[in-house]
């Protein structure tokens, strides 16, 4: 199995900016794609960031060109920079990863989640 550890929430005000940090173990961290998520008060979990195996990314509209997902396979992390934060960022931030792949009709490997890190943003 894989467990993730996330890091780097706090209390930061408007504008100013926090790196998090998900560190994994238990499996192939390199192929495995990685995403984090948030979720705020009242509101559903949602996709912040996205990356795969190969390094491609993708983001959630609200967070494009603030955010930066990106991955360390040697160090066994995804981050996420967050930049010019406001306060609708302000969230519980959990680490994803994806570990599945199907050989036939067989679907291998399972979802995790991380234990979440708060990030509130203050204006």
């Known amino acids: 199995q894989v467990q993730l550890v996330e890091s780097g929430g706090g209390l930061v005000q408007t504008g100013e900016s926090l790196r998090l940090s998900c560190l994994a173990s238990?499996?192939?961290?390199?192929?495995?794609?990685m995403g984090w998520y948030r979720q705020a008060p009242g509101k559903q979990r949602e996709l912040v960031a996205g990356i795969s195996s190969g390094g491609s990314t993708n983001y959630a509209d609200s967070v494009k060109g603030r955010f930066t997902i990106s991955r360390d396979n040697a160090k066994n992390t995804v981050y996420l920079q967050m930049n010019n934060l406001k306060p609708e960022d302000t969230a519980v931030y959990y680490c994803?990863?994806?570990?599945?792949?199907?050989?036939?009709?067989?679907?291998?490997?399972?979802?995790?989640w991380g234990q979440g890190t708060q990030v509130t943003v203050s204006s």
């Open positions: 994803n990863a994806d570990t599945r792949s199907r050989k036939g009709w067989t679907t291998f490997g399972d979802v995790y």
């Open positions: 238990g499996g192939t961290f390199s192929t495995y794609a």
